[in-house]
């Protein structure tokens, strides 16, 4: 199985999930996607994991742009796997700083890996639900007040447009 449809197969299921929420589909049931979601996930796991244990983390040197975003699209699904998570973080860094990967895929998993294991983000890149669900706002960050800060020398969007970003891919046409 290649990088490109584990992709599909991840994004099929997460994109059904988005539709089922916005009331675009309504033919299957969230148990069903869930199911298969979490399935998709699992098995993406243990390749995931073969690949990183044979190659380490691959740059785009090595197999492209697509194919290293691919792979750290995938990793950013694997929350109950954050020990891998953070193996992968750790030689990521090397790759990011050596300038042979895309530093934005880097930053997010750096925030992912913090709320996997309790921390704080640094670039407040992992969002969820405000208490009326009507829009996203970041999981707790390390000083807040200098976040856009820290989100520009990152090369990140401010959050106040990173949110807007959030609300228009997650509600769609709910929010027009």
Do not use: C
């Amino acid at each position: 199985m290649t990088l490109d449809s584990m992709v599909k197969e991840d994004q099929k299921w997460r994109g059904l999930l988005r539709q089922l929420h916005n009331h675009e589909i309504d033919s299957l049931d969230q148990k069903f996607i869930s199911r298969n979601l979490q399935r998709t996930d699992s098995l993406n796991y243990f390749l995931l994991k073969d690949i990183f244990n044979e190659q380490g983390y691959l740059g785009t040197k090595e197999i492209g742009d697509e194919g290293t975003h691919n792979y750290w699209l995938l990793v950013q699904h694997q929350d109950k796997h954050p020990n891998f998570q953070i193996q992968v973080l750790e030689k990521m860094k090397l790759v990011a700083e050596s300038g042979n990967m895309n530093n934005f895929d880097y930053v997010y998993l750096i925030d992912r890996v913090n709320v996997n294991t309790g921390q704080l983000q640094v670039y407040g890149t992992q969002m969820t639900l405000n208490a009326d669900s009507s829009s996203y706002v970041p999981k707790p960050v390390i000083d807040p007040d200098h976040l856009n800060e820290r989100r520009k020398q990152a090369g990140l969007s401010t959050i106040e447009e990173y949110i807007i970003i959030m609300n228009e891919y997650s509600f769609g046409s709910l929010k027009k």
